[in-house]
């Protein structure tokens, strides 16, 4: 089992940049592809960018591409996301999530995909 715990989140104007952070334990962190997802209120909770367990292979929201950047570094058991040209609609809270997996590839988006969940941190984006 692995533990998550995101960090980095907060206020920031439109058109700013925000990077979160997420640091896991407990487990062997390559062996995870890492996601992260966001809930806006009284929304659904949606798939934001994914990143294979060696990080060679990405995965965006149509959303979200070419503003945000997803990232890791298994030696600091830690995945990143920056985000750029932050709009009022990216205001929600931002989830990392976890899937044990051989594979090298990286191919979920779903909620289902993914058994392990950090509890979240708040982004907020002003207009």
């Known amino acids: 089992q692995v533990q998550l715990v995101e960090s980095g989140g907060g206020l920031v104007q439109a058109g700013g940049s925000l990077s979160v952070s997420c640091a896991a334990s407990g487990r062997t962190f390559s062996n995870y592809a890492m996601g992260w997802f966001r809930q806006a209120p009284g929304k659904e909770r949606e798939f934001v960018a994914g990143i294979s367990r060696s990080g060679s292979s990405t995965y965006y929201a149509d959303s979200v591409k070419g503003r945000f950047t997803i990232s890791r570094d298994n030696a600091k058991n830690t995945v990143f996301l920056q985000m750029n040209s932050l709009k009022p609609e990216d205001t929600a809270v931002y989830y990392c999530?976890?899937?044990?997996?051989?594979?090298?590839?990286?191919?979920?988006?779903?909620?289902?995909?993914?058994?392990?969940w950090g509890q979240g941190t708040q982004v907020t984006v002003s207009s």
């Open positions: 999530a976890a899937r044990n997996t051989y594979s090298m590839g990286y191919y979920w988006t779903t909620l289902n995909d993914f058994a392990y």
